[in-house]
Every structure is written in C-alpha cells, then in structure tokens.
C-alpha cells in the first residue's frame, strides 16, 4: 500500500503546488505575456486601419484631379478618414487596457469573493 499512499501525496503535493504557484505565474510570465499580447493586438488595429497610408496619401489628390475643387475634396475626406480611423483605434485602446486591467484584477476579486462566500455561509 506505500504506493497509494505516495499517489495521495503526489495529488495534494499537485493541487497546493498549483494553488501556491498559479498567482506567482499569473503576475509574472502570464503578466509579460498578456502585455505582448495587448500590444501585438494594438499594432495589428493599427495597421488594419491603415491611419498611417492615409496621412501619407493625405496631400495627394484623388483619381489624379489636379483643380482646386478635388484637391480640397481629397484633402477633406482623407482627413475626415483619419478622425475617424484615429477614433476607432482610441476606443480599440479602451477595450485593449481594459481587459489588461480584468486580468490583472481577476485573481483579487476571486479570493476577495471566495472569502466573502465563506464568511456568508457562517454568518447565516
């Protein structure tokens, strides 16, 4: 029976090993890596948007009219687009530090609400 009572010890060496490891992992190298993640997310936004194609292009007349009416009409709209484009890319910046901050926060508030469901099932 030794061989048991060395699986048990393996299991609970296991289970409290990765509760004691867990928080150490997920504000180190979890943390490193949603970092990267966050702005490996952020560029690829960026480049899908295309902001800086239409600041490059912002000077450069449309369908190649060079009068003063589709010059300012070119000038205009891509300037509009880049509002606009710069926009979306601040509310995906919202989204990305916001979920950065539900990662962080996420270990907290489940010890914080493990503890008060313990301390509620006693005070009933």
Do not use: C, H
């Amino acid at each position: 029976m030794p061989q048991a009572r060395n699986v048990g010890k393996l299991i609970v060496g296991d289970v409290i090993g990765g509760v004691v490891t867990a928080p150490v992992f997920w504000y180190t190298r979890g943390l490193s890596d949603a970092a990267r993640y966050a702005l490996r997310f952020l560029g690829a936004r960026y480049e899908s948007l295309g902001i800086s194609v239409w600041a490059r292009n912002l000077f450069v007349p449309m369908f190649g009219q060079r009068d003063v009416p589709g010059m300012l009409i070119s000038f205009f709209l891509r300037l509009f687009q880049i509002v606009v484009r710069t926009i979306a890319l601040v509310a995906w910046l919202a989204v990305t530090v916001l979920g950065f901050a539900l990662y962080v926060s996420a270990p907290i508030y489940i010890v914080f609400e493990f503890f008060r469901q313990l301390v509620g099932l006693f005070v009933r």
